[in-house]
């Protein structure tokens, strides 16, 4: 069973949607949490950090649930530019010097 | 700040050749790790330094694979022999501390014929 486990899509949304992704991990000893945007073709990128409190950065809010070892991200008033795969990423916990596990991805298709 | 830079972008080499891999971190960045993507296996971690010493290659595949960091601003992945089944991206990624993310060179596409 993979550590980080993601709905792989793809989602395809119109313009203007709500959408929003899950991930579930399964090492409780995580400390850090993250979402990552991948274009196709391209390198991961750092979205944004997920904090226990949860947190928004403009259309972008992301919720941690430690007790369920859930995390979710919700994008309102999707673009065509939000057309990626989004990758959950979790840290591997002090065993593993705090590396990062990543998801496998979950697809986005924003259409006009 | 120039960002992860990895070369090559592409490699196409016959199978039993060696191929080496080259990436140079981001300055003051202490922490290196070696992933590898496929699109049945995803994002894979092969290899992870801190402060230019590995501390977790649990994740090399097998002995073709080897990995070394001579100093804080360069490492390489060297496969030996290389064989179809290791076609896929590599990427390099540095960082600066445990809750902070990765950031992520552009990658160097392998495909082994």
């Known amino acids: 069973r993979k550590e980080v486990e993601q709905d792989p899509g793809p989602f395809n949304v119109p313009e203007g949607a709500t959408v929003a992704f899950n991930c579930t991990y399964s090492?409780?000893?995580?400390?850090?949490f993250f979402w990552y945007r991948q274009d196709c073709r391209k390198e991961p990128k750092l979205l944004m950090s997920v904090y226990s409190s949860g947190n928004e950065d403009g259309r972008f809010t992301a919720q941690l649930n430690r007790a369920s070892q859930y995390i979710s991200l919700l994008i309102r008033d999707s673009k065509l530019s939000d057309s990626a795969t989004y990758l959950c990423v979790v840290n591997m916990g002090r065993h593993s010097g705090y590396a990062l596990n990543f998801g496998k991805g979950t697809s986005l298709l924003v259409t006009p | 700040d120039a960002g992860v830079i990895q070369s090559p972008r592409h490699e196409v080499t016959e199978m039993g050749q060696e191929v080496t891999l080259r990436c140079k971190p981001i300055?003051?960045?202490?922490?290196l790790f070696w992933y590898r993507q496929t699109m049945m296996r995803g994002l894979e971690l092969l290899i992870y330094f801190n402060n230019n010493v590995p501390i977790d290659d649990s994740g090399m595949p097998e002995d073709r694979f080897s990995a070394k960091m001579p100093n804080a601003s360069f490492s390489t992945l060297k496969i030996q022999p290389s064989e179809p089944r290791d076609s896929a991206v590599y990427f390099c990624?540095?960082?600066?501390?445990?809750?902070?993310?990765?950031?992520f060179g552009s990658g160097t596409r392998l495909t082994v014929v």
């Open positions: 090492n409780s000893a995580s400390q850090s």
């Open positions: 300055s003051g960045h202490n922490s």
């Open positions: 990624a540095s960082s600066s501390g445990v809750n902070y993310g990765y950031t």
